[in-house]
C-alpha cells in the first residue's frame, strides 16, 4: 500500500465493562477503499471495537482519528455524520414496513404533509439498482425477503447515507449459501465504488473471497495482522486459537 | 465487587459474604422493618384499633388469601408471565364448590364439589399456559380476557345471586379451612404458611425452581439448555390458578357460601404484592418470602388507611348524645384508585431503586464516597422483533380480487357485512329498520371513537387496557362539574376532556420515561381512573344535565333547531340532519383526520417503524418515546370524547359506563388488522372491527324470533364470555393466520410443495 491517511486509525483503544476488560491497547486502522476482516473467538471483544468506533460505547482511553482528524462520537449519529455506518444485526430493519419506506427509515421524502411514495420509490430503486440488488418491488415488506436480500436492503440503506466506511457484524451469520454469495457480491460491488469495509465474521472463507488484509483479536488485544495474499486460512485459524501463544513467543 | 445494599432476590445471585449483613441487608428484612414501622404507624393513630391481637391477627387472615395466591404468582411472574385471571378464578372456583355444595342447587358431598371446583381452577390455568406458549398470545391478553370470561361464567352461573348454606357447612371438617382454631387464629394464617413453605422450597431449592429462574432470565438459553420452557411456563399458570382454587376454598370456607363480588380486584393486590416482595415484572427474579411479605404489606397499608384515622359519631338514643366510635368510611372508588397507584409504584422500585442501586447511591453520596456502579440499560421490556416469511412476496404481484385479498381490513369488512346479513335474516322486521340502525350506529360510535386512538397505541406495539377507565372517568368529571359544581357544559366539557387527556399523559409519561411495558403502566390506569370516576359521583348516578349539554348525544337536526336554524322539514337537509346524529359526525372528522395522517404521513410511519422495530427506529433517528407518548396521550383522549359523548347521549353518568369497553377496543383493532404485537394497523380496519364488534353485541342481544313463534334471546349475563372468545380468537387468527399464514403453509403442504426457508 502506498503512504495514504488511514480513513481510520484507532491508537491504545482501552475499554473495561466492570471487571472485565473488553478491550487492551488496541490499535487498529483501515485504509480508504479497503475491506478489512476482523476475526477472533466469541467474546473476543470485536462487536465492542465497532461499537466503540460507531460511538455507540465511550471508549475509557485512546485516540481514534478519521481521515487523519481526532473524533470523540457521543452517539452512533456523529459518526454517521462523519461517514461511518455500522449496520446491526438486529435492529437494522423493521420488517413490517416495504423496503423503500425502510431505506428512507426516519427521513422519509415528504410533498406537503404526506409522503412522497413516489420519490421515495423511484430513489430506493436507484440506489438498489446501484448495488445489483434483485427486490421484486420496493413496494414489498421486508420481511417477505429472504434473509440474504434483507441484509442487501440493510446495505442500500446505509449507502443511501453516501458512508465513507461500513462496518458489518456478522452478516451472513444466518445466511444461506446462496445468500451469503450475493452478499459478498454486494460487497465486492461497494469496493468497486471505492466505500471501505470492516467485515466481522467467523467464516474466514468469506473474508478470503473478498478481504484485502484480516486483523485477529484474542481476549481484547490484536495478536496479529496479515495481507490476504499473503496469509492462509489455516494460519489465519492458527492465530485466533493460539495467538497469545505465538504473540508471547515473539516477544521472548 | 461493590456490596449490595438490597440483596438480589434470586438463589445464586452475589451477596455480601457475612451471613449477617445477607439478612439486614436484605429486601425482606427492609420489608418487614417498613410493616413494623407502619404498625407502629398505625397503634399511635388509632391505639383501640391497632393496639389489640385481634388486629394484627384480622391484618393476617385478611392478607391470608392474597398470600395463597401470591405464592403461585410468583412462579408466573418469575417466568416473565403475568396472570390477571386470579381474581376470577377464585370467584369462579368458589361458585362453583357453592352450587355443587349447595342443597338448592346440586347438593353434593363437600370433597366431591372441591375436586369439581378445583377440576375448573386447573383448566383455568392450563388455558393461560397454553394460549401464552404454544399458542403465543402474549400473556396479559391471555389472562386478561380470561379475567371478564371467567366474571361472565359467575354470572352467567350464579344470575348474579349470592348462594348461603351455612346450616349444612357447619356438618363438614372442610369448612374449618376458614375457620378460627383453638389457639384463637384463623387457620387461613396456617394454609398460607404451609403453602409458603412449600412454594418457597419449590422454587429456592428443587429443580423446578432453577428451571423457573432460567426460563424467565433467558429463554432462549434456557431452550438452547434443553428445559422445555413451555412446559415450565404451563406449570407457572397451572400452579397460579391451583392457589387462587385455594384461596377459592379460603373464602368458602369463611363465609360458608359465595357471593359474585368475591376474589374482585384480587389480581391486583397479588401482582403488586408480588412486585413489592422483590420480583421484577420483567421476570427472572423474585422470591416466595417476599411475595407473601408483600401481601401482608398491601393489606396492613389498606388497613393503616381504612382504619388510621378514628372516626367518632354522636347517635341520640333516648334523647342522649351517645359517641360511638365509627370506622371512616372509605369513598367508593377510592380503594381501587389507591391499588392502582400501589401497583405502578410497586412496579417502578425495581427499575428505579434496585437496578439503579438508589439507596446504595444515596449512601454513598452521605459518606463522601464514589457511586457504585450502575448498569442501567435494559430495564425496558424490547419489543418482539419482527420476524420473516417469504410467502408474502406473492402479495405485491397479485391483482383484482387477490390483491383485495391481502389487504389486512378485508377480513373485518367481510365479517361486518356477513354479520349485518345474519340480523336481517334473523330479523327482517325490525334490523333494517330507522331505529336499530340509529341504535347501532351510536353503539358503534362510542366504540370507534376510541378504536381510532387504539389503533395508534397497538401501531406502535403498546397497549391501552385504560380507554374504558379514561371513559368514565371523563363522563363522571364532566357530570361532577355540572351537577356538583354549577359549571357550565362548556367549562365541564373542557376540564373533564383535559383529565383524561392528562391520564393518557401520565399512561405516555409511565411507558417511555418510567420505562414501564405499557400494559402495567395503563393497568394502574385501570383501576385509578374508575376508582376515581367512582369516587368522583359517590358510586351515585347523575343526570339532569342542561339540556345543551345533551346535544352532543343527539341527532344534528336537534342542535340547528335548538339555535333556531332549523331546515324545512321534507327537504334533504332536514332529512340529513335527522338521521345522522352529532357524536357520528364527530367520530367522522376524526377518523378522516386521523386516519390519514396514520396512513401516509411520516408520523404514521414513524408508528409504523415503532411498532415493526424500535430499536431499528430508535437508530434511523426517530425518536420513538415521543410517538409512544403521543400515541398514549391521543388514545386518553379519544376515550375522553366517548365519555363526553357517553354521557350527553345517555343524559346520565353511572358508574358502570365504558365497563369491559377496552375488550371490545382491543379486539376491534386486532380484527381490523392490526397486530398485537405491533407495526400493523390502520383506522379503517379498526373502524371495521368495531362494526363487527357492535353488530356482534346486538345479535348477542337481539330477540330471535322462532318459526313457532315463540321468541328468544340470549342471557345477557353470558355476553362478557361471547366477547372474550372473540377476542381470543381474533388475537389468535392474526398470530396463525396472517402472520404464520397457516393456511398458506397447509395448502402448500397438501399441494406438496415445500414452501421456501424462511431464513
Ligand atoms: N454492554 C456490556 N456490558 C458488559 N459487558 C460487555 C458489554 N458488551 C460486551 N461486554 C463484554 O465484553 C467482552 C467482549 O464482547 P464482544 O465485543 O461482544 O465480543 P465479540 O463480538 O468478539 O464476540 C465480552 O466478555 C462481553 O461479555
Ligand atoms: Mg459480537
Given at each position: 500500500m502506498?503512504?495514504?491517511t488511514p480513513i481510520i486509525e484507532m491508537r491504545g483503544i482501552n475499554k473495561s465493562f466492570g471487571a472485565i476488560r473488553a478491550l487492551q491497547a488496541v490499535d487498529f486502522h483501515l485504509m480508504p477503499g479497503e475491506i478489512l476482516g476482523l476475526v477472533g473467538d466469541n467474546s473476543a471483544g470485536k462487536s465492542t471495537l465497532m461499537k466503540v468506533l460507531s460511538g455507540a460505547y465511550q471508549r475509557d482511553t485512546g485516540d481514534i482519528r478519521v481521515a487523519g482528524e481526532d473524533v470523540h462520537f457521543k452517539s452512533p449519529h456523529e459518526s454517521r455524520d462523519r461517514g461511518i455506518e455500522m449496520i446491526y444485526q438486529d435492529f437494522a430493519l423493521?420488517?413490517?414496513?416495504?423496503?423503500?419506506?425502510?431505506?428512507?427509515?426516519?427521513?422519509?421524502?415528504?410533498?406537503?404533509?404526506?409522503?412522497?411514495?413516489?420519490?421515495?420509490?423511484?430513489?430506493?430503486?436507484?440506489?438498489?439498482?446501484?448495488?445489483?440488488?434483485?427486490?421484486?418491488?420496493?413496494?414489498?415488506?421486508?420481511?417477505?425477503?429472504?434473509g440474504?436480500?434483507?441484509q442487501?436492503?440493510a446495505i442500500?440503506?446505509a449507502?443511501?447515507?453516501?458512508p465513507k466506511v461500513i462496518i458489518l457484524d456478522e452478516p451472513t451469520a444466518n445466511l444461506?449459501?446462496?445468500?451469503t454469495?450475493?452478499l459478498l457480491?454486494?460487497m465486492?460491488?461497494l469496493k468497486?465504488?471505492?466505500v471501505a469495509q470492516i467485515i466481522i465474521s467467523h467464516r474466514l472463507q468469506d473474508i478470503f473471497e473478498v478481504g484485502d488484509r484480516v486483523t485477529v483479536l484474542k481476549r481484547g488485544r490484536i495478536v496479529g495482522e496479515r495481507y490476504i495474499?499473503d496469509t492462509t486460512e489455516d494460519e489465519v485459524l492458527g492465530l485466533i486459537v493460539q495467538g497469545d501463544r505465538l504473540e508471547a513467543t515473539a516477544e521472548a | 465487587m461493590a456490596?449490595?445494599?438490597?440483596?438480589?432476590?434470586?438463589?445464586?445471585?452475589v451477596?455480601?459474604?457475612?451471613?449477617?449483613?445477607?439478612?439486614?441487608?436484605?429486601?425482606?428484612?427492609?420489608?418487614?422493618?417498613?410493616?413494623?414501622?407502619?404498625?407502629?404507624?398505625?397503634?399511635?393513630?388509632?391505639?383501640?384499633?391497632?393496639?389489640?391481637?385481634?388486629?394484627?391477627?384480622?391484618?393476617?387472615?385478611?392478607?391470608?388469601?392474597?398470600?395463597?395466591?401470591?405464592?403461585?404468582?410468583?412462579?408466573?411472574?418469575?417466568?416473565?408471565?403475568?396472570?390477571?385471571?386470579?381474581?376470577?378464578?377464585?370467584?369462579?372456583?368458589?361458585?362453583?364448590?357453592?352450587?355443587?355444595?349447595?342443597?338448592?342447587?346440586?347438593?353434593?358431598?363437600?370433597?366431591?364439589?372441591?375436586?369439581?371446583?378445583?377440576?375448573?381452577?386447573?383448566?383455568?390455568?392450563?388455558?393461560?399456559?397454553?394460549?401464552?406458549?404454544?399458542?403465543?398470545?402474549?400473556?396479559?391478553?391471555?389472562?386478561?380476557?380470561?379475567?371478564?370470561?371467567?366474571?361472565?361464567?359467575?354470572?352467567?352461573?350464579?344470575?348474579?345471586?349470592?348462594?348461603?348454606?351455612?346450616?349444612?357447612?357447619?356438618?363438614?371438617?372442610?369448612?374449618?379451612?376458614?375457620?378460627?382454631?383453638?389457639?384463637?387464629?384463623?387457620?387461613?394464617?396456617?394454609?398460607?404458611?404451609?403453602?409458603?413453605?412449600?412454594?418457597?422450597?419449590?422454587?429456592?431449592?428443587?429443580?423446578?425452581?432453577?428451571?423457573?429462574?432460567?426460563?424467565?432470565g433467558n429463554?432462549t438459553a434456557?431452550?438452547y439448555a434443553?428445559?422445555?420452557?413451555?412446559?415450565?411456563?404451563?406449570?407457572?399458570?397451572?400452579?397460579?390458578?391451583?392457589?387462587?382454587?385455594?384461596?377459592?376454598?379460603?373464602?368458602?370456607?369463611?363465609?360458608?357460601?359465595?357471593?359474585?363480588?368475591?376474589?374482585?380486584?384480587?389480581?391486583?393486590?397479588?401482582?403488586?404484592?408480588?412486585?413489592?416482595?422483590?420480583?421484577?415484572?420483567?421476570?427472572?427474579?423474585?422470591?416466595?418470602?417476599?411475595?407473601?411479605?408483600?401481601?401482608?404489606?398491601?393489606?396492613?397499608?389498606?388497613?393503616?388507611?381504612?382504619?388510621?384515622?378514628?372516626?367518632?359519631?354522636?347517635?341520640?338514643?333516648?334523647?342522649?348524645?351517645?359517641?360511638?366510635?365509627?370506622?371512616?368510611?372509605?369513598?367508593?372508588?377510592?380503594?381501587?384508585?389507591?391499588?392502582?397507584?400501589?401497583?405502578?409504584?410497586?412496579?417502578?422500585?425495581?427499575?428505579?431503586?434496585?437496578r439503579?442501586?438508589?439507596?446504595?447511591?444515596?449512601?454513598?453520596?452521605?459518606?463522601?464516597?464514589p457511586?457504585p456502579l450502575v448498569n442501567a440499560d435494559g430495564v425496558?421490556?424490547a419489543?418482539?422483533g419482527?420476524?420473516?416469511?417469504?410467502?408474502?412476496?406473492?402479495?405485491?404481484?397479485?391483482?383484482?380480487?387477490?390483491?383485495?385479498?391481502?389487504?389486512?381490513?378485508?377480513?373485518?369488512?367481510?365479517?361486518?357485512?356477513?354479520?349485518?346479513?345474519?340480523?336481517?335474516?334473523?330479523?327482517?322486521?325490525?334490523?333494517?329498520?330507522?331505529?336499530?340502525?340509529?341504535?347501532?350506529?351510536?353503539?358503534?360510535?362510542?366504540?370507534?371513537?376510541?378504536?381510532?386512538?387504539?389503533?395508534?397505541?397497538?401501531?406502535?406495539?403498546?397497549?391501552?387496557?385504560?380507554?374504558?377507565?379514561?371513559?368514565?372517568?371523563?363522563?363522571?368529571?364532566?357530570?361532577?362539574?355540572?351537577?356538583?359544581?354549577?359549571?357550565?357544559?362548556?367549562?365541564?366539557?373542557?376540564?373533564?376532556?383535559?383529565?383524561?387527556?392528562?391520564?393518557?399523559?401520565?399512561?405516555?409519561?409511565?411507558?417511555?420515561?418510567?420505562?414501564?411495558?405499557?400494559?402495567?403502566?395503563?393497568?394502574?390506569?385501570?383501576?385509578?381512573?374508575?376508582?376515581?370516576?367512582?369516587?368522583?359521583?359517590?358510586?351515585?348516578?347523575?343526570?339532569?344535565?342542561?339540556?345543551?349539554?345533551?346535544?352532543?348525544?343527539?341527532?344534528?337536526?336537534?342542535?340547528?333547531?335548538?339555535?333556531?336554524?332549523?331546515?324545512?322539514?321534507?327537504?334533504?337537509?332536514?332529512?340529513?340532519?335527522?338521521?345522522?346524529?352529532?357524536?357520528?359526525?364527530?367520530?367522522?372528522?376524526?377518523?378522516?383526520?386521523?386516519?390519514?395522517?396514520?396512513?401516509?404521513?411520516?408520523?404514521?410511519?414513524?408508528?409504523?417503524?415503532?411498532?415493526?422495530?424500535?430499536r431499528a427506529?430508535d437508530y434511523?433517528?426517530?425518536?420513538?418515546?415521543?410517538?409512544?407518548?403521543?400515541?398514549?396521550?391521543?388514545?386518553?383522549?379519544?376515550?375522553?370524547?366517548?365519555?363526553?359523548?357517553?354521557?350527553?347521549?345517555?343524559?346520565?353518568?353511572?358508574?358502570?359506563?365504558?365497563?369491559?369497553?377496552?375488550?371490545?377496543?382491543?379486539?376491534?383493532?386486532?380484527?381490523?388488522?392490526?397486530?398485537?404485537?405491533?407495526?400493523?394497523?390502520?383506522?379503517?380496519?379498526?373502524?371495521?372491527?368495531?362494526?363487527?364488534?357492535?353488530?356482534?353485541?346486538?345479535?348477542?342481544?337481539?330477540?330471535?324470533?322462532?318459526?313457532?313463534?315463540?321468541?328468544?334471546?340470549?342471557?345477557?349475563?353470558?355476553?362478557?364470555?361471547?366477547?372474550?372468545?372473540?377476542?381470543?380468537?381474533?388475537?389468535?387468527?392474526?398470530?396463525?393466520?396472517?402472520?404464520?399464514?397457516?393456511?398458506?403453509?397447509?395448502?402448500?403442504?397438501?399441494?406438496?410443495?415445500?414452501?421456501?426457508?424462511?431464513?
Amino acid at each position: 500500500m502506498t503512504n495514504q491517511t488511514p480513513i481510520i486509525e484507532m491508537r491504545g483503544i482501552n475499554k473495561s465493562f466492570g471487571a472485565i476488560r473488553a478491550l487492551q491497547a488496541v490499535d487498529f486502522h483501515l485504509m480508504p477503499g479497503e475491506i478489512l476482516g476482523l476475526v477472533g473467538d466469541n467474546s473476543a471483544g470485536k462487536s465492542t471495537l465497532m461499537k466503540v468506533l460507531s460511538g455507540a460505547y465511550q471508549r475509557d482511553t485512546g485516540d481514534i482519528r478519521v481521515a487523519g482528524e481526532d473524533v470523540h462520537f457521543k452517539s452512533p449519529h456523529e459518526s454517521r455524520d462523519r461517514g461511518i455506518e455500522m449496520i446491526y444485526q438486529d435492529f437494522a430493519l423493521c420488517g413490517n414496513i416495504d423496503v423503500a419506506s425502510n431505506m428512507f427509515l426516519g427521513r422519509w421524502p415528504r410533498k406537503g404533509i404526506f409522503i412522497d411514495r413516489k420519490k421515495m420509490e423511484d430513489d430506493a430503486d436507484r440506489v438498489l439498482k446501484r448495488l445489483k440488488v434483485d427486490v421484486n418491488s420496493v413496494r414489498q415488506r421486508v420481511e417477505s425477503l429472504s434473509g440474504g436480500r434483507q441484509q442487501s436492503v440493510a446495505i442500500a440503506r446505509a449507502i443511501s447515507f453516501d458512508p465513507k466506511v461500513i462496518i458489518l457484524d456478522e452478516p451472513t451469520a444466518n445466511l444461506s449459501v446462496m445468500a451469503t454469495n450475493r452478499l459478498l457480491e454486494t460487497m465486492a460491488e461497494l469496493k468497486a465504488q471505492g466505500v471501505a469495509q470492516i467485515i466481522i465474521s467467523h467464516r474466514l472463507q468469506d473474508i478470503f473471497e473478498v478481504g484485502d488484509r484480516v486483523t485477529v483479536l484474542k481476549r481484547g488485544r490484536i495478536v496479529g495482522e496479515r495481507y490476504i495474499k499473503d496469509t492462509t486460512e489455516d494460519e489465519v485459524l492458527g492465530l485466533i486459537v493460539q495467538g497469545d501463544r505465538l504473540e508471547a513467543t515473539a516477544e521472548a | 465487587m461493590a456490596t449490595t445494599t438490597l440483596d438480589d432476590p434470586r438463589p445464586g445471585a452475589v451477596r455480601s459474604h457475612s451471613p449477617l449483613r445477607a439478612i439486614f441487608g436484605s429486601w425482606e428484612f427492609g420489608l418487614i422493618v417498613f410493616m413494623v414501622a407502619l404498625y407502629l404507624i398505625g397503634v399511635w393513630a388509632n391505639p383501640r384499633f391497632f393496639g389489640s391481637a385481634d388486629a394484627l391477627l384480622s391484618i393476617l387472615r385478611d392478607a391470608s388469601r392474597f398470600g395463597v395466591i401470591a405464592v403461585g404468582m410468583t412462579f408466573v411472574i418469575v417466568n416473565k408471565d403475568l396472570d390477571l385471571s386470579v381474581g376470577s378464578t377464585v370467584a369462579l372456583t368458589s361458585s362453583v364448590f357453592s352450587l355443587m355444595f349447595a342443597p338448592q342447587f346440586n347438593d353434593m358431598g363437600p370433597w366431591v364439589s372441591m375436586l369439581i371446583a378445583l377440576g375448573v381452577g386447573l383448566g383455568i390455568g392450563l388455558t393461560n399456559g397454553i394460549l401464552v406458549t404454544y399458542l403465543r398470545v402474549p400473556a396479559f391478553i391471555a389472562t386478561l380476557t380470561m379475567l371478564f370470561m371467567g366474571r361472565g361464567l359467575v354470572l352467567g352461573l350464579t344470575k348474579g345471586r349470592n348462594i348461603a348454606y351455612t346450616e349444612k357447612a357447619e356438618q363438614h371438617l372442610l369448612f374449618t379451612i376458614g375457620d378460627t382454631n383453638a389457639l384463637g387464629f384463623s387457620n387461613q394464617i396456617l394454609v398460607m404458611v404451609v403453602i409458603a413453605l412449600i412454594g418457597g422450597v419449590i422454587l429456592a431449592k428443587t429443580r423446578w425452581g432453577y428451571e423457573t429462574y432460567a426460563t424467565g432470565g433467558n429463554a432462549t438459553a434456557a431452550n438452547y439448555a434443553g428445559i422445555n420452557t413451555h412446559f415450565v411456563r404451563i406449570r407457572g399458570f397451572l400452579f397460579s390458578s391451583f392457589c387462587a382454587f385455594l384461596a377459592g376454598m379460603m373464602v368458602v370456607g369463611q363465609s360458608k357460601g359465595v357471593t359474585s363480588q368475591d376474589g374482585f380486584g384480587a389480581e391486583l393486590i397479588v401482582i403488586a404484592s408480588v412486585i413489592v416482595g422483590g420480583a421484577s415484572i420483567l421476570g427472572g427474579r423474585g422470591r416466595v418470602i417476599g411475595s407473601v411479605l408483600g401481601a401482608i404489606l398491601v393489606v396492613l397499608i389498606d388497613k393503616v388507611l381504612r382504619e388510621g384515622i378514628p372516626t367518632t359519631r354522636i347517635v341520640k338514643i333516648g334523647g342522649e348524645d351517645i359517641v360511638v366510635q365509627a370506622m371512616a368510611q372509605m369513598p367508593p372508588g377510592a380503594v381501587p384508585a389507591f391499588l392502582g397507584m400501589i401497583l405502578i409504584a410497586a412496579v417502578l422500585i425495581e427499575p428505579w431503586v434496585v437496578r439503579r442501586r438508589l439507596i446504595a447511591r444515596i449512601v454513598a453520596r452521605l459518606r463522601g464516597l464514589p457511586p457504585p456502579l450502575v448498569n442501567a440499560d435494559g430495564v425496558a421490556i424490547a419489543t418482539t422483533g419482527t420476524h420473516g416469511s417469504s410467502l408474502a412476496a406473492s402479495e405485491v404481484h397479485a391483482t383484482g380480487l387477490r390483491k383485495l385479498l391481502t389487504y389486512r381490513e378485508v377480513a373485518a369488512v367481510s365479517f361486518m357485512i356477513l354479520l349485518w346479513l345474519a340480523g336481517f335474516i334473523l330479523r327482517p322486521d325490525f334490523w333494517a329498520g330507522l331505529d336499530n340502525t340509529f341504535n347501532l350506529l351510536l353503539a358503534f360510535t362510542e366504540i370507534g371513537l376510541m378504536a381510532v386512538g387504539m389503533a395508534y397505541v397497538i401501531g406502535n406495539g403498546d397497549i391501552d387496557l385504560s380507554v374504558g377507565a379514561i371513559l368514565a372517568l371523563s363522563g363522571a368529571t364532566a357530570a361532577f362539574m355540572m351537577k356538583k359544581m354549577g359549571a357550565d357544559p362548556a367549562t365541564a366539557a373542557v376540564t373533564a376532556f383535559a383529565l383524561g387527556t392528562f391520564a393518557g399523559m401520565i399512561n405516555g409519561f409511565l411507558a417511555t420515561k418510567a420505562r414501564l411495558p405499557a400494559f402495567v403502566a395503563t393497568l394502574g390506569m385501570f383501576y385509578m381512573a374508575r376508582g376515581f370516576a367512582a369516587w368522583f359521583v359517590a358510586g351515585r348516578q347523575l343526570s339532569q344535565f342542561p339540556e345543551s349539554y345533551n346535544l352532543i348525544g343527539r341527532k344534528v337536526i336537534e342542535t340547528l333547531r335548538f339555535y333556531g336554524i332549523e331546515p324545512t322539514p321534507g327537504t334533504f337537509w332536514f332529512n340529513l340532519f335527522n338521521a345522522i346524529s352529532a357524536q357520528t359526525l364527530v367520530l367522522f372528522v376524526l377518523a378522516i383526520v386521523f386516519g390519514v395522517i396514520l396512513w401516509r404521513t411520516p408520523f404514521g410511519y414513524m408508528v409504523k417503524a415503532t411498532g415493526g422495530n424500535r430499536r431499528a427506529a430508535d437508530y434511523a433517528g426517530i425518536n420513538t418515546d415521543r410517538v409512544r407518548f403521543l400515541s398514549l396521550t391521543f388514545s386518553g383522549m379519544c376515550a375522553s370524547l366517548a365519555g363526553l359523548v357517553n354521557i350527553a347521549f345517555f343524559r346520565s353518568f353511572t358508574p358502570q359506563a365504558g365497563v369491559l369497553r377496552e375488550l371490545d377496543v382491543i379486539a376491534s383493532v386486532i380484527i381490523g388488522g392490526g397486530s398485537i404485537f405491533g407495526g400493523y394497523g390502520s383506522v379503517v380496519g379498526a373502524l371495521a372491527g368495531a362494526a363487527v364488534i357492535t353488530l356482534v353485541r346486538a345479535l348477542l342481544s337481539l330477540q330471535v324470533i322462532t318459526s313457532d313463534g315463540r321468541s328468544f334471546v340470549m342471557p345477557q349475563n353470558w355476553v362478557n364470555v361471547w366477547i372474550g372468545s372473540i377476542l381470543i380468537l381474533a388475537v389468535l387468527s392474526d398470530i396463525w393466520l396472517r402472520q404464520e399464514k397457516l393456511l398458506l403453509r397447509l395448502r402448500m403442504r397438501l399441494r406438496g410443495k415445500q414452501t421456501e426457508s424462511a431464513s
